[in-house]
């Protein structure tokens, strides 16, 4: 038997707070002199309580209304797709300065109208501008936002 595989246990019983002087926490059983958190049933304040001024939360003004975390869609109208053809997605979108980069959401809205025969590859698309776009030959195929190409690791020489 080694001495790191002992297996011991503690002998020693959990301290009894407020049973005397002699039991070791007796009088104010570790909780100090008067005040608040001396009291019983100290532990119910919220946790925001400061003492009884007025808390943070309740000082700070709040705004109406709700900020969503989620990216909007780039929207693009139909009535810019005329100068393209063929297979439009968010790449050739980007390539044209329709949107921001070829990795966020777009939604194509009703503008004006649309002569060009496209097949469109997006995200979103308003009933109208899916109605038209059929009107002018082409067909509307909702995709996935284009995954970012992972950086490499170069290593410096």
Same mark, same amino acid.
């Given at each position: 038997?080694?001495?790191?595989?002992?297996?011991?246990?503690?002998?020693?019983?959990?301290?009894?707070?407020?049973r005397? =002087?002699?039991?070791?926490?007796? @009088?104010?059983?570790?909780?100090?002199? @008067?005040?608040?958190k !001396?009291?019983?049933?100290?532990?119910?304040?919220?946790?925001?309580?400061?003492?009884?001024?007025?808390?943070?939360?309740?000082? /700070?003004? @709040?705004? @109406?209304?709700?900020?969503?975390?989620?990216?909007k869609?780039?929207?693009?109208?139909?009535?810019?797709?005329?100068?393209?053809?063929?297979? /439009?997605?968010?790449?050739?979108?980007?390539? !044209?300065?329709?949107?921001?980069?070829?990795? /966020?959401k /777009?939604?194509? =809205?009703?503008r004006?109208?649309?002569? !060009?025969?496209?097949?469109?590859?997006?995200?979103?698309?308003?009933?109208?501008?899916?109605?038209?776009?059929?009107? !002018?030959?082409?067909?509307?195929?909702?995709?996935?936002?284009?995954?970012?190409?992972?950086?490499?690791?170069?290593?410096?020489?």
């Open positions: 038997m080694k001495y790191n595989e002992l297996i011991v246990e503690r002998n020693s019983r959990p301290t009894r707070a407020g005397g =002087i002699a039991a070791g926490r007796g @009088k104010t059983a570790g909780r100090g002199t @008067k005040g608040q !001396a009291r019983t049933g100290h532990r119910k304040m919220p946790a925001t309580f400061m003492g009884g001024q007025r808390a943070l939360m309740q000082a /700070v003004p @709040k705004l @109406k209304g709700f900020k969503s975390l989620h990216k869609a780039e929207l693009v109208y139909t009535d810019n797709l005329n100068g393209l053809s063929g297979i /439009v997605d968010n790449f050739i979108l980007a390539e !044209a300065n329709l949107i921001t980069n070829p990795y /966020v /777009v939604k194509v =809205i009703t004006g109208e649309l002569e !060009a025969k496209i097949d469109l590859k997006t995200q979103f698309a308003s009933k109208t501008a899916i109605e038209m776009i059929k009107k !002018a030959g082409g067909n509307f195929t909702k995709t996935k936002v284009p995954a970012r190409p992972k950086a490499e690791n170069k290593v410096s020489e």
